[in-house]
């Protein structure tokens, strides 16, 4: 009886440990981070000419950023009235103009490297903060909001010099939504063409 009951408090504990054992906590989230920077480091020094360093960039963005997640919230109150073939043909379109477009701003690290500083606990996510070195400039804070709730740690904000990108990227979406009068088609070939 009592090796059955132990059988049992077993499976009990083995059921509910891997939440335990895999949440999310600093020293995982400071790793992502900093796998991240490592990547994003070798191809500012890798030597490659742009379209390849944006590929590059636009895999490094698809492994490490909730790409779904700032896609939808880029898009905000919008999405609600898109069909599910527009949002995905969305996200897909917007992956490719943020890699472009912050894989621009990472290549003026050319010749410099970011550094991790620090992480901390905020909420139900983790904030990694960043020392970016560029040559002939201040460092300048780069900050990654890391979270698990995918499934899988990832970050889905960014700060690079206090600037939010998801903020920005709403408020950019926005605009050019707001240009084509609202039609998400036109967005996502808009975004397409951006990237």
Same mark, same amino acid.
């Given at each position: 009886?009592?090796?059955?009951?132990?059988?049992?408090?077993?499976? #009990?504990?083995?059921?509910?440990?891997?939440?335990?054992?895999?949440?999310?906590?600093?020293?995982?989230?400071?790793?992502?981070?900093?796998?991240?920077?490592?990547?994003?480091?070798?191809?500012?020094?890798?030597?490659?000419?742009?379209?390849?360093?944006?590929?590059?960039?636009?895999?490094?963005?698809?492994?490490?950023?909730?790409?779904?997640?700032?896609?939808?919230?880029?898009?905000?109150?919008?999405?609600?009235? #898109?069909?599910?073939?527009?949002?995905?043909?969305?996200?897909?379109?917007?992956?490719?103009?943020?890699?472009?477009?912050?894989?621009?701003?990472?290549?003026?690290?050319?010749?410099?490297?970011?550094?991790?500083?620090?992480?901390?606990?905020?909420?139900?996510?983790?904030?990694?903060?960043?020392? #970016?070195?560029?040559?002939?400039?201040?460092?300048?804070?780069?900050?990654?909001?890391?979270?698990?709730?995918?499934?899988?740690?990832?970050?889905?904000?960014?700060?690079?010099?206090?600037?939010?990108?998801?903020?920005?990227?709403?408020?950019?979406?926005?605009?050019?939504?707001?240009?084509?009068?609202?039609?998400?088609?036109?967005?996502?070939?808009?975004?397409?063409?951006?990237?």
């Amino acid at each position: 009886m009592d090796r059955r009951k132990f059988v049992i408090g077993a499976g #009990a504990v083995l059921a509910t440990a891997p939440q335990a054992l895999w949440a999310l906590n600093e020293s995982r989230a400071s790793s992502l981070i900093n796998s991240l920077v490592t990547d994003i480091n070798r191809v500012i020094a890798s030597g490659k000419g742009e379209s390849a360093m944006y590929r590059d960039f636009e895999r490094i963005f698809q492994r490490y950023s909730d790409t779904s997640y700032i896609a939808a919230y880029a898009l905000g109150a919008d999405g609600r009235r #898109a069909s599910s073939a527009q949002k995905r043909a969305f996200s897909q379109a917007f992956q490719g103009y943020i890699s472009r477009k912050y894989g621009k701003r990472f290549r003026e690290f050319i010749g410099g490297k970011l550094e991790v500083t620090g992480v901390k606990k905020v909420k139900k996510w983790y904030e990694v903060s960043t020392i #970016a070195y560029l040559k002939g400039q201040s460092p300048f804070e780069v900050t990654f909001l890391v979270s698990d709730r995918s499934g899988r740690d990832l970050f889905f904000n960014m700060f690079i010099e206090g600037v939010n990108l998801l903020l920005t990227e709403r408020t950019e979406i926005g605009s050019i939504l707001d240009s084509k009068r609202g039609d998400i088609d036109a967005l996502i070939a808009e975004l397409h063409r951006l990237s």
